[in-house]
């Protein structure tokens, strides 16, 4: 139990164009979901917090505007990145969780997907 | 600041051999602390996790964790490499803001097993 999908694992776009990932809780309803970006060989840094309903809390210096996060369902959220650059090519894991607060403890990840914008 | 570091870029150690990732933290309450895995290109793997309890955490493919709460430690081992476990690894720690928490992670850590 407790998979979390992400769809597309890899796209390659141009410069300029919007993307959107989908990051989906397949057997349990999570309540939080998070989104992460991960550069080669580094850590995983956090973007978003996003619970089910309400907007996406964003990480210091993450630009709102470019990186949409829609929560609108307790098993779906969609990543879009919007006019896509080359520094944005990343690897964008995304991670969800069951319940809300202190009682609840482990976060399960997708498998990632990969973006290249050329 | 809540934070986590682990100290190597790279472990390497034989196959067979005893195996140690070190982690150290800085949070503010208890802490709750994690260890997963990544293999290339895919996500993390959750390996184990301390919450409260035994200081001795068993996990998954036969690693475990020591949490030293006076060392603010919380190492990863394994009695036996195996070549499989060649992998990045991740220690974390749950970070709480108001009713939320959020994991921070370490660098990680690459552990290379020769054969």
């Known amino acids: 139990g407790a998979v979390v999908s992400q769809h597309p694992s890899w796209v390659i776009c141009k410069s300029g164009t919007s993307v959107k990932i989908e990051c989906r809780s397949l057997?349990?309803?999570?309540?939080?979901m998070f989104w992460y970006r991960q550069f080669p060989k580094q850590s995983l840094m956090l973007m978003a917090t996003s619970n089910e309903g309400s907007k996406a809390t964003y990480e210091q210096g993450v630009e709102k505007d470019k990186f949409l996060i829609n929560h609108a369902s307790l098993t779906l959220s969609t990543l879009t990145v919007t006019s896509a650059h080359p520094e944005d090519s990343s690897f964008y894991i995304c991670?969800?969780?069951?319940?809300?607060?202190?009682?609840?403890?482990?976060?399960?990840f997708g498998p990632g997907t990969r973006l290249t914008v050329t | 600041a809540q934070s986590v570091a682990q100290p190597e870029d790279q472990v390497n150690v034989a196959e067979g051999n005893p195996l140690t990732v070190k982690c150290t933290y800085s949070v503010s309450g208890n802490p709750y602390l994690f260890w997963y895995v990544q293999y290339p290109n895919r996500g993390l793997q959750f390996l184990l996790k301390?919450?409260?309890?035994?200081?001795l955490v068993k996990g998954s493919y036969g690693f475990e964790a020591e949490f030293n709460k006076s060392q603010t430690s919380f190492h990863l081992k394994k009695p036996s490499a195996l070549v499989s476990d060649s992998a990045l690894y991740f220690c974390a720690v749950r970070a709480y803001s108001g009713n939320t928490g959020k994991l921070i992670f370490g660098q990680g850590t690459t552990l290379q097993v020769k054969p």
């Open positions: 301390y919450i409260t309890g035994d200081n």
């Open positions: 057997d349990f309803q999570a309540t939080t």
């Open positions: 991670s969800a969780r069951r319940g809300s607060g202190r009682s609840t403890y482990e976060q399960y």
